[in-house]
């Protein structure tokens, strides 16, 4: 039987668009926000359905059917770095086409978060969590960092699955008014965020692009303490997301019908 699971997940591993999930909270946001889940391994079933029973019991049916046991030692050899929580999954990656549809689908109730050129993939994972939880349309990549690597979804807690994740080439672009967080831009309190806006961040060290600077519609600045170099690149989205959610009447839904924090 261990042979018969590790053959399986060997084998759905190595199909394309397949993605890695360590750990529960990956594992309960992907169940919980329609992510195609293929194959569930833990060394404790009894144990993991426990977990989800106290922590996520709407994912417990899901995992009744999907879940196997295998011991420790073997989960080790399909996953070195195995979570604390003692599982992992396989699910499938949205399409290139999902995630592109997704993100042209207008009208727009919420921003695209554009990173360009992101380096920290810790930083991707955490700016993914944030637009997740602020019910972001979306986040873009640029560059060659992959939004979808195993590192970034252990920061994002697979929350990939509760919003459009997809890596761009410049000069592409969603659709929307482009807003630049720059420290030449204009006050960011004196700037209200449009529903369809698209929100773009550069790195910590370069900041945006001369490209990206002469498309923006507007350039936003944060403002901040002299001498300080920089903000942290999560912190400098959650920021932005913040102030375009402070526009939205007090308790308002967030686009896709969950309020906000206590949900």
């Not at 833990?42 to 994912?59: I, N, S």
């Not at 309190?189 to 692009?209: K, M």
């Amino acid at each position: 039987m261990n042979e018969e699971l590790l053959r399986a997940w060997r084998a759905g591993a190595d199909e394309p668009w397949t993605v890695l999930l360590d750990g529960f909270h990956p594992l309960k946001h992907a169940l919980r926000f329609g992510g195609a889940v293929r194959q569930v391994l833990t060394a404790d079933r009894t144990g993991l359905l426990a977990l989800a029973a106290e922590l996520a019991p709407d994912t417990v049916p899901a995992l009744e059917s999907l879940a196997a046991e295998l011991p420790e030692k073997a989960l080790r050899t399909l996953a070195p770095r195995l979570h604390p929580t003692g599982v992992i999954a396989l699910a499938a990656r949205p399409t290139t086409g999902a995630n592109r549809a997704a993100l042209a689908r207008r009208p727009r109730s919420a921003p695209v978060v554009l990173l360009e050129d992101p380096r920290n993939l810790g930083n991707v994972g955490a700016v993914i969590r944030l637009a997740a939880g602020f019910g972001a349309a979306g986040v873009v990549t640029t560059g060659d960092l992959d939004p979808w690597h195993p590192n970034v979804l252990r920061g994002s807690a697979g929350l990939h699955f509760a919003t459009a994740v997809e890596r761009l080439a410049l000069p592409e672009l969603p659709a929307g008014p482009l807003y630049v967080l720059d420290p030449e831009g204009a006050d960011i309190r004196e700037t209200a965020f449009p529903d369809d806006a698209v929100l773009a961040f550069g790195t910590e060290r370069h900041g945006v692009s001369a490209e990206l600077k002469a498309r923006a519609d507007r350039l936003v600045a944060v403002p901040m303490r002299p001498g300080v170099s920089s903000f942290n690149l999560a912190t400098s989205v959650a920021m932005g997301l913040f102030h375009w959610m402070s526009g939205r009447p007090p308790g308002a839904p967030l686009p896709d019908g969950r309020r906000g924090a206590g949900a």
